[in-house]
């Protein structure tokens, strides 16, 4: 993609013009702005899309608010980014991802497990 981008000249739209009549094929192509955004970060000294992390590792935040929610079915996400230290976007990402809605953890908790129907009903998932 650089050395598209290169090759015309440091003209990001030419260069996404340029993608597209090359790669036909490609289930998405880039915008101009792609080519101008790999471009800065090169010049930056750093890769394209890669960040540098510090601290807790991903599957660790997983683990993390999971548990904290598992613990207490009325948590809220700033309740568990001030127990845990873990971005409350990045918790509410794990939450959606996991599908964990406060009403179904609370109704899994409660149900005692005789109507397993019922129960299975009520925690299927959206």
Request: glycine fraction near 6%; hydrophobic fraction near 30%; proline fraction near 6%.
């Amino acid at each position: 993609m650089h050395l598209i981008y290169g090759e015309c000249g440091c003209n990001a739209s030419t260069a996404a013009r340029l993608y597209r009549e090359r790669y036909p094929n490609a289930e998405r192509h880039p915008d101009y702005r792609v080519f101008v955004n790999v471009h800065q970060s090169y010049s930056d000294g750093r890769l394209p899309h890669v960040r540098k992390t510090g601290g807790i590792p991903q599957a660790d935040y997983e683990d993390m608010i999971l548990d904290e929610v598992e613990n207490d079915t009325g948590t809220s996400v700033r309740a568990i980014k001030m127990n845990t230290g873990v971005p409350k976007f990045i918790a509410q990402r794990i939450l959606k991802r996991h599908q964990t809605r406060r009403s179904a953890i609370f109704i899994k908790n409660t149900l005692d497990g005789r109507n397993n129907m019922q129960e299975r009903w009520l925690l299927q998932p959206p």
